[in-house]
């Protein structure tokens, strides 16, 4: 994963809601702390696989917690983001694996089944429809790095499909991956 390369001023979590050119950004939620909040998120309002990917992320004693995300369509092109990083409470040594993170999700997509019908194989897929950066992230008084995944899709079911098995990567297999340092 490589550093951002943009100036993200989001850094401070949580940060201020902002109203920039008739765009509101609705501020940082933290949906770890206050879930009820979900429908605050104006982003999610219309993709119910969005709002499952962010209330899955950040419930229970999960590793991570997300900060931000958007989706829709852009110069004709359905795409989105979403930020996220290890929770505070994490040790360092599994919040350094944040730069690897992009390659452990692809080994993840190399593990399991997929149906016969697909033209590209699905990780040359996620490969092609994924880029993954990370930046500084500053909050409970510690600094370290959050992971921004930027998403493409020509149809709706290709975001969803990549967001749900992101979900299930950060979820269900990623704690699997290093139990010695989690």
Not at 42 to 48: D, F, K, L, M, R
Not at 97 to 111: A, G, N, P, V, W
Not at 113 to 132: M, Q, T, Y
Not at 148 to 168: D, T
Request: hydrophobic share 35%.
């Amino acid at each position: 994963m490589e550093k951002t390369k943009f100036d993200d001023h989001f850094v401070k979590f949580p940060y201020q809601k902002e109203i920039d050119n008739n765009k509101t950004n609705n501020g940082g939620i933290d949906l770890v702390k206050e879930p009820q909040r979900i429908d605050e998120i104006t982003e999610v309002s219309n993709y119910p696989w969005l709002k499952k990917f962010l209330i899955d992320v950040n419930s229970g004693s999960g590793l991570f917690m997300t900060f931000g995300c958007d989706y829709g369509i852009d110069d004709k092109i359905l795409c989105g983001y979403i930020e996220f990083s290890f929770r505070p409470f994490q040790s360092h040594d599994i919040k350094s694996k944040i730069s690897c993170l992009d390659d452990d999700f692809y080994r993840y997509l190399e593990s399991i089944e997929h149906p016969g019908d697909w033209d590209i194989p699905p990780v040359n897929f996620a490969k092609e429809s994924l880029r993954w950066e990370s930046s500084p992230l500053y909050i409970e008084n510690q600094t370290y790095d959050k992971a921004s995944v930027y998403f493409f899709g020509s149809e709706e079911m290709h975001c969803e499909w990549l967001l749900f098995h992101l979900r299930n990567f950060l979820v269900d297999y990623y704690p699997s991956l290093y139990p010695d340092i989690i």
